[in-house]
């Protein structure tokens, strides 16, 4: 086993990108990029949280109490329009909103997006898995989440999208970033050493004993961070609160969807992504990346449908599974695209997409879903893809159908050499995903 771990580090050398790594545990943070939510130096005085001119405004929206209502107005929807609320278990969390000015310079040492809560007092929970074990290409998204997170305070928080559906501002629910797991840190760096000789030899492993060892192993820590993960999710749901996963590579994907599954029976999965993951134990791992969707259909009785949309690498098998599995859907990309092309509007193929969800939905986005310009760091890039703007309104559709965002996980961000550019990116769909979520049509 040594011997394997001696190649394993020779072939981690070999195939490392200048890419900065997981954080560990004493780690000193590296100051987050500045722009124009950093005008002022960390030091200077903060200026007051409104401007005397915006008090008026504001004060005509609040209540009789003087609190500003959290969620306000009306999703129109044709002629019909239905109030926004949050969330569906147990008591509106509210969040000390004086401990934050959005106007201000975003805090690289609070939590995700510079903001101050804590897990007790925010209406929605992310969970960071440095994860990337099975990842067979590129390397390097296991640093994802904290580089989303390093990124993040440089976001403004007003959200123009969500404007015109009234929640403007889904940091004021209160969203809290955990901080990464050291035994995941570590279990994650030593599946990775066990893992790359089998990646090398493309799985084929023949009666090398080491690489049988190996093999068990990894899929042993695979299952073991599945089961971490469900756990975790888990307990958040228990406590009303919602809950978004940062990876790390997709197999995170499967025990946040394992505790969705669990708890809304009958549950739809919105999967965007370049691949379908309908392979069956890629490589020889049982967990792979490549196979998550596959696990869930085969492994997970409360998921009633997968949609997959952005689909433009997929092996034979994966395609027949697709056609021939009565649970998924998969919109091809060239297929869209061709449509597009002959006429449609890119507004009514995303109704037809989300026609086929159930009522409460699961979004798993695999960031290579998107044209490689806007993830050019990502492990599997595939041409093609969809724009921002186009996965936006996918994802907006589905909430204006009447249906529920329940959970999501945003996947496969890996930082690129030099550049922030991954990051930006990750962070900006992932405030998105947190504010959708935060809408819940009554």
Same mark, same amino acid.
């Given at each position: 086993?040594?011997?394997?771990?001696?190649?394993?580090?020779? !072939?981690r050398r070999a195939l490392r990108r200048d890419r900065p790594r997981p954080g560990r545990p004493g780690r000193a943070r590296r100051p987050a990029r500045r722009s124009h939510r950093h005008r002022r130096g960390l030091l200077q005085p903060r200026r007051p949280r409104r401007a005397a001119a915006a008090a008026g405004a504001d004060r005509a929206h609040r209540s009789a109490d003087g609190a500003r209502p959290l969620v306000r107005g009306a999703l129109r929807r044709g002629p019909a329009a239905a109030l926004l609320t949050l969330s569906y278990k147990g008591a509106l969390r509210q969040p000390d909103l004086s401990k934050f000015d959005p106007e201000g310079a975003g805090d690289p040492? =609070?939590?995700?997006?510079?903001?101050? /809560? @804590?897990?007790?007092?925010?209406? !929605?929970?992310?969970?960071?898995?440095?994860?990337?074990?099975?990842?067979?290409?590129? *390397? %390097?998204?296991? &640093? =994802?989440?904290?580089?989303? *997170? @390093?990124?993040?305070?440089? #976001?403004?928080?007003? +959200?123009?999208? #969500?404007?015109?559906?009234?929640l403007a501002e889904p940091w004021r629910l209160g969203i809290h970033m955990l901080g990464e797991d050291p035994e995941i840190v570590a279990l994650n760096t030593r599946a990775c050493d066990l893992? #790359?000789?089998?990646?090398?030899?493309?799985?084929?492993?023949? @009666?090398?004993?080491? #690489?049988?060892?190996? !093999?068990?192993?990894?899929?042993?820590?695979?299952?073991?961070?599945?089961?971490?993960?469900?756990?975790?999710?888990?307990?958040? !749901?228990?406590? %009303?609160?919602?809950?978004?996963?940062? &990876? &790390?590579?997709?197999?995170?994907? /499967?025990?946040?969807i394992a505790a969705h599954a669990r708890r809304h029976p009958g549950l739809g999965i919105l999967h965007i992504d370049a691949h379908a993951d309908l392979r069956q134990a890629y490589e020889g791992f049982e967990r792979?990346?490549?196979?998550?969707?596959?696990?869930?259909?085969?492994?997970? @009785?409360?998921?009633?449908?997968l949609v997959q949309v952005g689909i433009r690498d997929i092996s034979a098998p994966e395609y027949e599974r697709s056609r021939t599995d009565p649970r998924v859907v998969t919109h091809l990309d060239p297929v869209l695209n061709d449509r597009v092309f002959a006429g449609a509007s890119w507004a009514s193929l995303c109704d037809e997409i989300v026609a086929a969800l159930p009522q409460e939905v699961y979004v798993s986005f695999?960031?290579? =879903?998107? +044209?490689?310009?806007?993830?050019?760091?990502? =492990?599997?890039?595939v041409p093609g893809g969809l724009s921002f703007a186009g996965v936006m309104t996918l994802l907006l559709a589905v909430v204006r159908s009447g249906r529920r965002v329940v959970g999501f996980d945003l996947v496969e961000v890996a930082p690129s050499p030099g550049s922030e550019w991954d990051a930006n990116v990750g962070a900006r769909v992932l405030y998105r995903l947190c504010g959708l979520a935060l809408l819940k049509p009554c």
């Amino acid at each position: 086993m040594h011997r394997l771990l001696r190649r394993a580090r020779a !072939l981690r050398r070999a195939l490392r990108r200048d890419r900065p790594r997981p954080g560990r545990p004493g780690r000193a943070r590296r100051p987050a990029r500045r722009s124009h939510r950093h005008r002022r130096g960390l030091l200077q005085p903060r200026r007051p949280r409104r401007a005397a001119a915006a008090a008026g405004a504001d004060r005509a929206h609040r209540s009789a109490d003087g609190a500003r209502p959290l969620v306000r107005g009306a999703l129109r929807r044709g002629p019909a329009a239905a109030l926004l609320t949050l969330s569906y278990k147990g008591a509106l969390r509210q969040p000390d909103l004086s401990k934050f000015d959005p106007e201000g310079a975003g805090d690289p040492e =609070g939590s995700v997006f510079g903001l101050p /809560f @804590d897990e007790q007092e925010s209406n !929605l929970v992310l969970l960071p898995i440095p994860w990337e074990a099975t990842t067979s290409y590129g *390397r %390097g998204t296991a &640093g =994802g989440p904290q580089a989303i *997170r @390093d990124a993040s305070p440089q #976001l403004d928080l007003f +959200d123009p999208m #969500l404007a015109a559906h009234d929640l403007a501002e889904p940091w004021r629910l209160g969203i809290h970033m955990l901080g990464e797991d050291p035994e995941i840190v570590a279990l994650n760096t030593r599946a990775c050493d066990l893992a #790359l000789p089998i990646i090398a030899v493309g799985g084929e492993i023949g @009666d090398d004993p080491e #690489l049988r060892r190996a !093999l068990a192993e990894v899929n042993a820590a695979s299952a073991r961070l599945d089961a971490w993960v469900e756990e975790q999710v888990g307990a958040r !749901l228990d406590a %009303g609160q919602l809950v978004g996963v940062v &990876g &790390g590579d997709h197999s995170v994907a /499967f025990g946040a969807i394992a505790a969705h599954a669990r708890r809304h029976p009958g549950l739809g999965i919105l999967h965007i992504d370049a691949h379908a993951d309908l392979r069956q134990a890629y490589e020889g791992f049982e967990r792979s990346h490549a196979s998550v969707m596959a696990n869930v259909l085969d492994r997970l @009785d409360g998921v009633a449908r997968l949609v997959q949309v952005g689909i433009r690498d997929i092996s034979a098998p994966e395609y027949e599974r697709s056609r021939t599995d009565p649970r998924v859907v998969t919109h091809l990309d060239p297929v869209l695209n061709d449509r597009v092309f002959a006429g449609a509007s890119w507004a009514s193929l995303c109704d037809e997409i989300v026609a086929a969800l159930p009522q409460e939905v699961y979004v798993s986005f695999d960031i290579d =879903g998107l +044209d490689p310009a806007l993830c050019p760091g990502t =492990g599997t890039p595939v041409p093609g893809g969809l724009s921002f703007a186009g996965v936006m309104t996918l994802l907006l559709a589905v909430v204006r159908s009447g249906r529920r965002v329940v959970g999501f996980d945003l996947v496969e961000v890996a930082p690129s050499p030099g550049s922030e550019w991954d990051a930006n990116v990750g962070a900006r769909v992932l405030y998105r995903l947190c504010g959708l979520a935060l809408l819940k049509p009554c």
